[in-house]
């Protein structure tokens, strides 16, 4: 499962992330590491950006990005 696939309200942890370059190293350094717990705030009206919780920070993700980052629901 992906990240973009979680609805506001539900929660998982990060078990990989399929990415490359920049975008990569921009959500490593954000904590989108393997073992973190994300919890999705809600999605812009649009459905794009998706703002979720990680390590106590509101963060927008673009669902492009999100959807190369897979995870499992806790």
């Known amino acids: ?23 990569l190293q ?3 350094d954000m904590g989108f590491v393997e073992g973190a717990r994300i919890e999705v705030v809600r999605n812009a009206p649009l459905l794009d950006p998706i703002d979720i919780r990680i390590r106590n920070n509101l963060i927008a993700v673009r669902r492009s990005e999100a959807g190369g980052i897979e995870v499992e629901r806790v």
């Not at 499962?1 to 975008?23: F, I, K, N, S, Y």
């Open 1 to 23: 499962m992906t990240l973009d696939e979680l609805l506001p309200g539900q929660a998982c942890v990060v078990r990989d992330v399929h990415l490359e370059g920049a975008v």
């Open 26 to 28: 921009r959500l490593l």
